[in-house]
């Protein structure tokens, strides 16, 4: 079984940055899809970013598009959003997930494990 710990999360100005951690608690992470979810009060989880096992494709929500930077360091089981240009909308609980599939990493049905979540707050 492998367990995923967010970090990162906290309450921030908007136009500002944080940088959000997914750790994996053991195995590897070589053959493996990893992405980024969030969700919003009163709201269904969304989708936000995802990167395949391989590291050479990424995805992004429109929304998110051009702010957040998906990336994964293999040796240390984490992956990482960094997150720029911070707005109120953006206020959600983030979860990371992972994947065995390297297909159709926009849709929540194809991660198998995912994280707690981190509470990111982003002030007007």
């Known amino acids: 079984q492998v367990q995923l710990v967010e970090s990162g999360g906290e309450l921030v100005q908007a136009g500002g940055s944080l940088r959000l951690s997914c750790a994996a608690s053991?195995?590897?992470?070589?053959?493996?899809?990893l992405g980024w979810f969030r969700q919003a009060p009163g709201k269904e989880r969304e989708f936000v970013a995802s990167?395949?096992?391989?590291?050479?494709?990424?995805y992004y929500a429109d929304s998110v598009k051009g702010r957040f930077t998906i990336s994964r360091d293999n040796a240390k089981l984490t992956v990482y959003l960094q997150m720029n240009s911070l707005k109120p909308e953006d206020t959600a609980v983030y979860y990371c997930?992972?994947?065995?599939?390297?297909?159709?990493?926009?849709?929540?049905?194809?991660?198998?494990?995912w994280g707690q979540g981190t509470q990111v707050t982003v002030s007007s």
């Open positions: 997930a992972l994947s065995v599939n390297n297909y159709s990493l926009t849709r929540a049905s194809v991660y198998a494990y």
């Open positions: 053991r195995g590897t992470l070589s053959n493996i899809a």
């Open positions: 990167i395949t096992s391989s590291g050479g494709s990424t």
